[in-house]
C-alpha cells in the first residue's frame, strides 16, 4: 500500500475511532444535553470558520438565498440531532444510544423515496426490517449501568437524533456543490445561535473540568474530526469507507463496557449485530470495480457528504 493510500485510511479511521469516544466525552462534561451541543457547535464552528478563512474558501463563498436558506434548516436538523442524541445517552446507555443512532442511513432511504421519487430497491426494505427488528430486540432486553432495564425514552431520543440526522442528510444531498467545510462551518454557526438561549436554562458547567471536556468535544471531536474525514472520504473505495464506519459504533460499545460497566446481554448483542449489518453494509449500486471513488459516506456529525464539492 502506497503512502498515498495510506494516508487516508489512516485518516478514515482516526475519525470514526474519535466518533466512538464522543458519548464518554458527553458525559464526563456533566453538562446538560442542549450545552453540550452549544458548545460543540461554537469551539467546532470557530475552528471551522477559522479553516475556512485560512483556506481562501469563505471569502470567496457567494450562496444563493436558496442555498443559504437550505443550509440553515440542515444545521438546525444537526443541532437538534446532537441535542437528543446526547440526552439519550444518560437515559439508555453510550451503546444502546450509539447503535440505535445508526439507523439513520435506512430512515434517510426513506425521506429520498418520499420527496425526491427515489425507488427503494427490495434490499433496502430488508434491510429496514432487520434493524428496526434489532432495535425492538434491544429495547426489550438492554440493561444500563445499573442493571436495570433501559429507559425506552433513551432509545426513543436516539431514534428521533436518527430521524434529524437523516434530515440534516436528507438537505445535504441538496447542497452537493458548497465545498462541505464550508456547510459545517455554516451549520455550527447556526446551532451556535440557536442554541446561546437556552444557556440560561442548562447553563455551561461550572467547573474547569467540564469545560475542558467541552472544548476536548469542540476541538478534537468536531473540527478535527471533521477535516479528518472530508481529506480522505473521496480516496477511498466506498467497500473500505463503510467496513471501517464500524469502529464508530464498535469504539463506542468498548467504551461503555470499559469505563461504563455496560454489560450487553445476548438478545442485545444480537440485536446490535442486526442494526449494524442493515444500516452500516455497503450499498451496491452497480459500481464497476474500476471506480474506487466513493460518491458519498455518511459522517457521524450529522450530514452526508459528497466525496468532493467545488
Known amino acids: 500500500m502506497t503512502n498515498s ?5 489512516l485518516q478514515w479511521s482516526a475519525a470514526m475511532a474519535m466518533s466512538g469516544t464522543i458519548g464518554a466525552v458527553v458525559l464526563e462534561s456533566g453538562a446538560a444535553a442542549p450545552a453540550v451541543a452549544f458548545a460543540r457547535c461554537l469551539v467546532g464552528g470557530t475552528l471551522l470558520v477559522i479553516w475556512c478563512f485560512a483556506r481562501g474558501w469563505l471569502p470567496s463563498w457567494r450562496p444563493s438565498r436558496r442555498d443559504l436558506g437550505l443550509a440553515v ?17 444518560a437515559l439508555s446507555s453510550i451503546s444502546v444510544s450509539t447503535v440505535v443512532y445508526h439507523t439513520q442511513p435506512l430512515i434517510l432511504v426513506g425521506l429520498a423515496a418520499a ?42 431520543l436516539a431514534l428521533g437524533a436518527a430521524l434529524l440526522y437523516a434530515g440534516a442528510s436528507f ?66 473505495p466506498t467497500t473500505t469507507v463503510a467496513l471501517l464506519s464500524y469502529l464508530y459504533p464498535v ?15 445476548w438478545p442485545e448483542a444480537l440485536g446490535m449485530l442486526a442494526v449494524l449489518a442493515a444500516a452500516l453494509s455497503p450499498q451496491r449500486r452497480g459500481q464497476s470495480k474500476k471506480e474506487p471513488q466513493v460518491s458519498r459516506a455518511t459522517d457521524p456529525c450529522g450530514t452526508r457528504t459528497p466525496a468532493r464539492r467545488s
Open 5 to 9: 493510500e495510506t494516508r487516508p485510511l
Open 251 to 265: 469504539v463506542a460499545v468498548l467504551v461503555d463496557i470499559a469505563f461504563y460497566g455496560h454489560r450487553p446481554t
Open 115 to 156: 420527496f425526491l421519487g427515489e425507488k427503494v430497491a427490495k434490499s433496502h426494505l430488508v434491510r429496514a426490517a432487520v434493524a428496526f427488528g434489532g432495535v425492538a430486540l434491544i429495547s426489550l432486553s438492554a440493561h444500563g449501568e445499573d442493571g436495570k432495564p433501559v429507559q425506552l425514552a433513551g432509545i426513543g
Open 171 to 236: 438537505v445535504a444531498k441538496q447542497l452537493k456543490h458548497i465545498r462541505p467545510h464550508l456547510l459545517a462551518a455554516v451549520q455550527t454557526t447556526v446551532g451556535a445561535l440557536v442554541l446561546a438561549p437556552v444557556l440560561l436554562i442548562t447553563p455551561l458547567p461550572a467547573t474547569t473540568r467540564g469545560l475542558l471536556w467541552l472544548v476536548l468535544l469542540g476541538t478534537v471531536h468536531t473540527a478535527l474530526m471533521y477535516v479528518l474525514m472530508y481529506a480522505s472520504i473521496g480516496k477511498l
Open 73 to 89: 434548516l440542515g444545521g438546525l436538523f444537526l443541532v437538534g440531532n446532537w441535542v437528543l442524541l446526547f440526552a439519550s445517552y
